[in-house]
């Protein structure tokens, strides 16, 4: 590649960052708490399920 050509890596992802940084109203919005209680809950349920051995 030559000195004078840009790759476009920080301008072809300048776009994405600005849609997925766009809010949305119709966006399922989540507590970050909640998924953090959920994925606790999770690893417990499948502890107590391997511990009764189903």
Known sequence: MSKGQNSGGLMSSAGLVRYFDAEDRNAIRVDPKTVVAFGILFGFVVMVL????L
């Open 50 to 53: 391997n511990a009764v051995g």
